[in-house]
């Protein structure tokens, strides 16, 4: 039988105490000798591991990570730990088929295998980035929402209520103005003619998130509910509130984690270990039935780095050959360049064919990695995209993939931290008729059509 | 004082330190470090030379790649174990006194990564950093940079609905007088120059890198 959540809340009471930089040196310390253990190397040449024998042994060494050092819960300064038999239980029992959403835009999530022919659920919109005002959010994403290739859509915020007063999180007005959004959000999706379809939002709150459920319009019971672990393996009151809310009303719960290159993961080898270790935690602390295996590079903001493909894909590789458990990559949906960029492209599509290709979904949206407080920074388009990828990549194996990740390398790695910042929504889109303007379109056909002469051929 | 002034067993003492605390060999280190105590060398001498230039040697291992976040922690507790040995026979009037920094992300923010980091980085370059964690209140952030007697105090965001808060400390800190006694840096991901200089922050650090550049701009 699995873990209630109950037990586990009892562990956050009565686990061993430890002082958190304690905590954060045994993953770095533990991680180094796993990876020898395992022979874990990263080979820069190799950006994504086409055999999937060094994914196993992540894999691997990521189960004994979990099971040795366990989930440090920062409210109360204790580690949570599991057994390797009660482990065992939690991911046998975890589902690996889900449906989301409602009505026709219901969909299944289900296990992908590596080179799967699985069709990857994509949840794309701009992702948490800020809206000047309730039309503008409305507009653009409803544009988002008329996209067929995509399954699900993510919602941003407005900074202002009544356009002169903060929105501040932890405050009376991240409640109200969250739920504002969601509102805001549903009808637009209804205007697109997808009612049913997913919305996912987070809150910087769990009282936030949690003031969001709906039936009539707010977020529903098949839309879940994000809980993100908090960076490398870790978890505090307020992620488990999330768990807690999700349970109690029968909500699909959606977890996330990235582990940290250059942080106290260590290397990519340790990143890849690290990345497992989380979405085990996941599972079986918070509750998850479905996660998002990621990766960070703590100086670079771009989540496609060569060493970050390589880390989160062949985490995810690992987990899809060893398990059964539903994996969400989404490693292309923070590019350092903003929307309106070749180089945004590149950068998405490198991301997401990995993600596909190494058996995961994309749910996490798309936004340039650092928006700051710039409003409509993102359009529709960059949700086709990054629609079309994904299920252009379905059943690619990983040499092809391999290949054209090399090829998209070539075009950005060495701008990554100068990236072009492109331009908002004004600059790119006819606002009325929710198109791109010629110059941005003409752009993304070019992408499209080089990308298709290296073999990835997108759906429309 | 100059090394070349030093008889040529005391250099090697001296940079054998350095390159100990840059390896993270703790065990050399603190023999080393007795050692020196041991030649009678000057202590606040062996501080400057062999810490500060380990500083600036883990620092550059950490901007190749080659040393990560876990590194600067083992080295800058390292420094403190080795500067209170070296530092234990100097009276108080002469220790020289290190710029305090309090650090911590913004209340309701519970992102920790980016603020680890800069708060490792300061730590290891040679400021006394008090490290509040995550969400964290902004009188909180006031009322231990008071007791501290701090120089700075380091605000990370990273959400935009948590930006706010930076702007709260400053203004919270105005309210109550106490604005010229602190520095007030900023950062996080949505938090850009501009934004620093709209709600009157004296710095801002665009990453780690950048943000160890700010503060020894504006407190050395």
Known sequence: ?460 | MELSNLPHEQRDLLDSLRDAIVAIDEERAKELAKNIVNEKIDPNFAIKHSIADAAVKVGEKFDSGEYFLPHLVMAGDLMDEVGAILGKNIPPEQIERKNVIVIGTVQADMHSVGKNLVATMLKSSGFQVHDMGVDVPSISFIEKAKELKADMIALSSLLTTTMPYQKEVIEDLKSMGLRDQFKVMVGGGPVTRQYAEEIGADGYGKDAIDALREAKKLLM
């Not at chain 1, 923070?334 to 290709?357: L, R």
Request: proline share 3%; net charge negative.
């Open chain 1, 1 to 460: 039988m699995r873990l209630s959540f109950w037990e586990i809340l009892l562990r956050t009471k009565e686990g061993p105490i430890i002082e958190e930089k304690q905590f954060d040196l045994s993953i770095f310390k533990r991680a180094q000798k796993l990876q020898e253990k395992y022979q874990i190397k990263y080979d820069p040449e190799k950006p994504l591991d086409i055999d999937g024998d060094l994914a196993d042994r992540v894999y691997q060494a990521g189960v004994e990570l979990f099971l040795d050092i366990g989930t440090y819960c920062t409210t109360t300064r204790r580690i949570i730990k599991l057994t390797e038999q009660e482990l065992q239980v939690e991911m046998n029992s975890c589902p690996d088929e889900l449906e989301l959403g409602q009505g026709e835009d219901r969909v299944k999530i289900v296990h992908r295998d590596v080179e799967g022919d699985q069709e990857p659920v994509v949840v794309a919109g701009i992702q948490t980035t800020p809206f000047s005002d309730e039309e503008m959010m409305f507009n653009i994403t409803k544009g988002c929402a008329m996209d067929r290739c995509i399954d699900g859509i993510w919602a941003g915020i407005l900074l202002k209520i009544d356009g002169k007063y903060d929105v501040v999180a932890g405050a009376p007005s991240e409640v109200y103005q969250y739920r504002r959004t969601i509102e805001i959000i549903r009808k637009a999706i209804k205007a697109a003619g997808r009612p049913g379809m997913i919305i996912i939002n987070n809150a910087p709150t769990s009282l936030g998130t949690i003031a969001m459920y709906s039936e009539e319009n707010g977020l529903r019971k098949t839309d879940g509910i994000e809980t993100t672990g908090m960076s490398e393996l870790k978890v505090d009151y307020d992620d488990l509130n999330r768990s807690a809310f999700g349970l109690a009303h029968g909500i699909h719960i959606h977890g996330s984690h990235s582990s940290v290159i250059g942080g106290f993961s260590g290397g990519p080898e340790g990143a890849a270990i690290v990345a497992v270790a989380g979405a085990l935690q996941l599972v079986a602390v918070q509750k998850a039935d479905s996660f998002r295996c990621g990766v960070l590079e703590s100086l670079v903001k771009s989540r496609v780095t060569r060493k970050e493909l390589w880390a989160a894909g062949t985490a995810i590789q690992g987990l899809s050959r060893n398990t059964r458990l539903i994996v969400d990559g989404s490693i292309g949906d923070h590019p350092a360049a903003g929307p309106g960029t070749k180089q945004y492209f590149y950068e998405s599509a490198a991301g997401h064919i990995v993600s596909t290709v190494m058996g995961a979904h994309s749910t996490q949206g798309t936004r340039k990695y650092v928006v700051g407080n710039t409003c409509n920074y993102g359009t529709p388009l960059e949700s086709r995209w990054m629609g079309e990828v994904c299920k252009g990549a379905v059943g690619m194996d990983r040499v092809t993939a391999d290949r054209i990740v090399r090829y998209l390398l070539a075009k950005y790695e060495d701008k990554l931290t100068d990236a072009p910042q492109g331009e908002t929504f004004e600059k790119l889109y006819d606002g009325e008729k929710l198109e791109p303007l010629p110059h941005y379109q003409k752009l993304y056909e070019e992408v499209k059509e080089e990308l298709g002469s290296q073999g990835l051929h997108l759906k429309d």
